[in-house]
């Protein structure tokens, strides 16, 4: 059970990668004042929690249902991640203006979901191990170290994500600008592998040589 346990939780902490996260939500949300932030860290720690409860849940049932493969979902997470990396690339990110309170809530949510809770926090890999988790789950008990194990990691992402303003605080402005645009291409290799990885998983191209 122990085994089990460790497993699981080390298994989804390293797929879901909170510190990895970090970057991203400091470029992401460089314009929000510091309430904004921490409800986006939330928003986004709870969001990739519970999608992650979800597809533990139902992941199996809902790709045979749907007709649905992993390549296929690693190739639509690449595809939405890309579009956000050329927007903090070219600087044309919604979430760097300065827009009323209710639409600056709303950017914050819709940061909080897309990217951040998916597919950067509940990425394709994530998604696919805490499916096979729950098929591997000899009984009740390590059916709840499962859920147990994804409720854990959204309070580190939620952590690791509330670290980030001390550290904003220091880059000043324009650090922040100089990063945003170096993460957006840190982002776009990302989005480009998930591409290559669901091509690769379904078969239609050859896998790189190691």
């Given amino acids: 059970m122990l085994d089990f346990a460790t497993t699981a939780f080390v298994s989804v902490l390293f797929l879901v990668d909170p510190p990895g996260t970090v970057p991203a939500f ?53 595809l939405v991640l890309f579009v956000v990396a050329l927007d903090m690339i070219r600087a044309q990110r919604t979430t760097q203006e300065e827009p009323p309170e209710p639409e600056e809530t709303a950017a914050a949510t819709e940061v909080a979901i897309a990217p951040l809770a998916i597919p950067m926090l509940a990425g394709p890999a994530a998604l696919s191990t805490v499916t096979v988790l729950m098929a591997q789950a ?44 170096v993460f957006g291409l840190v982002l776009a290799g990302i989005a480009v592998q998930f591409v290559l990885n669901g091509l690769v998983a379904a078969g239609l191209v050859a896998a790189p040589p190691r």
């Fill in 26 to 78: 400091i470029a992401l949300t460089a314009r929000f004042p510091a309430e904004k932030r921490r409800r986006t860290a939330l928003v986004a720690s709870v969001a990739a929690s519970i999608i992650l409860m979800g597809f533990a849940a139902a992941g199996n049932i809902a790709f045979r249902v749907l007709g649905l493969t992993l390549p296929a979902f690693q190739i639509a997470g690449g």
């Fill in 138 to 181: 000899p009984d009740t008990a390590s059916v709840g170290l499962v859920f147990l194990a994804i409720a854990l990691t959204g309070v580190v992402c939620y952590v690791c994500m509330r670290l980030a303003e001390p550290i904003q605080r220091r880059l000043g402005k324009t650090g922040v600008h100089v990063l945003d645009r």
